[in-house]
């Protein structure tokens, strides 16, 4: 369980790993592709129209996996919801089972799918490596000058001859090896392929010891002990003068870039040298465009003063135009503010006169209202008068007959001789006649008559 993690992170670290130098690779690739000054322009537009082709198969393929993904995922979250809820029936069960299934025999198509194309891949790898390979071995004989290169990749076995007007361009190892090769039988010394890979396989597991003759002899049935040790020493006269052949191919790429270098530095003098000249060229120019700009500077500072002057005329004009429209305007305000101010002392005076009238017209108004005010007052006033009098008058009627009534009963009592005994409960109670009294007393229909409101009160009842 603790090696998962370890696995995991692993994984990781060699997925991002993967993933930089796949970024490198293919930045290199589009700084190869894309550069429109190659040399290789024409043939490299075959390249960008397969890198578009390509790209859009790995986008497509990319969407159709994503796709497929998203279908196993789906189909595991609704089977991780149903166990979620568990029914004991067959039903349910037969469910659960047709639903794992599905999403097995999803996930066994998804991984037999990619298994082929991963199988697909690495075929194409090793293809695609042999023939790399193939192209190294053709341009390290192009750079050599070989000829016979078709031949040699063609046909492995096949012998390989030197032409006489290379010898003397190629180096003297190269020479005795590949000559070595034209008299042994090519680069596996006259044996067939299936021989020649037996004995290095056994050469290489015993590392060249003698013990292993024997054991050749069980991987090579059609071979004898003497064929085996002729075709031990070619091959290591094979490998001396390969070995030899890469040393001279290393010397030859190391004068070769010497060569490449002093020819870059003869490159960079000439270059310095251009540089120089254009250098100077363009001071020349720059100094003829210096003297073309001051001059086009001097007949623009004449023409700015040209420009100034008529300006400085031009804005006196304009100046004296502006004070005329100014004073005209100062006097057209002038007269307007006069008429202003007249109208406004005329309207002022219609004012005045209008709010006297209007004053004259209250004050007779108001000389009007105290005159019916005042006939007013001495009509109430007559009024209240008689109401007094008669009042005084029913008061002294009234009291002349109480008088008269108390004197009738003064003969009565004289006539009639009382005997009344006192009753002391009596004195709280009502009388007769007060109860009588109370009988016919009712709510009065209106409000006496000295309760009724009046416009106005005489002077001589304000204290009343």
């Known amino acids: 369980m603790k090696a998962e993690p370890a ?49 859009v198969s790995r986008k497509t ?38 639903m794992m299934e599905e999403t097995e025999n999803a996930i066994n198509a998804f991984k037999e799918e990619q298994r082929q194309i991963y199988e697909q891949l690495l075929k194409e790898e090793k293809a695609t490596i042999n023939e790399l390979n193939l192209f190294e071995r053709k341009v390290e004989l192009w750079a050599l000058g070989s000829l016979t290169t078709e031949k040699v990749l063609k046909l492995p076995s096949a012998r390989v001859t030197v032409d006489k007007t290379l010898e003397n361009h190629l180096p003297k190892e190269v020479v005795e090896f590949e000559r070595f090769l034209q008299q042994t039988g090519g680069r596996q010394g006259g044996w067939d392929d299936y021989d020649h890979q037996n004995f290095l396989k056994v050469r290489t597991k015993y590392r060249g010891r003698l013990s292993y003759m024997d054991k050749a002899l069980q991987y090579l049935g059609g071979r004898t002990k003497e064929d085996i040790e002729q075709h031990d020493k070619w091959y290591q006269e094979f490998l001396i003068l390969h070995e030899r052949k890469k040393e001279s191919i290393k010397k030859w790429k190391e004068k070769q870039q010497e060569e490449k270098e002093r020819n870059l530095k003869e490159k ?20 003829k465009a210096e003297e073309e700009r001051k001059r086009k500077q001097a007949a623009v500072e004449a023409w700015k003063k040209q420009k100034a002057t008529a300006f400085a005329m031009e804005q006196a004009s304009q100046l004296k135009l502006e004070e005329r429209e100014k004073r005209q305007e100062k006097e057209r305000q002038c007269h ?65 007959e109480e008088q008269e009534k108390e004197k009738k009963l003064a003969k009565l009592r004289e006539k009639v001789e009382i005997q009344v ?43 009343l």
Request: charge should be positive; aromatic fraction near 4%.
């Open 7 to 55: 696995k995991k992170v692993e994984f990781i670290r060699s997925a991002e790993k993967l993933k930089a130098q796949l970024a490198n690779i293919e930045k290199d690739k589009s700084g190869l592709l894309y550069n429109r000054k190659s040399d290789f322009r024409v043939e490299y537009r075959i390249l960008e129209d397969l890198e578009r082709s390509m790209t």
């Open 421 to 463: 005994t006192r009753d002391r409960s009596e004195l709280h109670k009502a009388t007769k006649g007060w109860e009588e009294r109370r009988k016919e007393m009712a709510p009065a229909a209106s409000e006496p008559l000295l309760r009724v409101t009046h416009r106005a009160v005489p002077a001589w009842r304000g204290g």
């Open 61 to 98: 393929e990319k969407a159709k996996i994503l796709q497929q993904l998203s279908k196993i995922q789906n189909n595991v979250k609704r089977l991780q919801q149903q166990l979620k809820d568990v029914k004991p029936t067959p039903e349910f069960v037969d469910k659960l089972k047709e």
């Open 268 to 287: 960079e003098k000439s270059e310095k040298m251009l540089k120089q000249k254009w250098r100077q060229h363009e001071e020349a120019q720059k100094q």
């Open 336 to 400: 307007v503010k006069l008429l202003l101010e007249r109208n406004t002392l005329q309207k002022k005076v219609k004012e005045e006169l209008e709010k006297l009238e209007i004053e004259k017209r209250e004050e007779a108004e108001k000389e009007e209202g105290k005159k019916i005010a005042a006939e007013k007052i001495s009509r109430f006033q007559e009024r209240d008068l008689h109401k007094l009098e008669l009042r005084v008058l029913q008061k002294q009627a009234k009291e002349i």
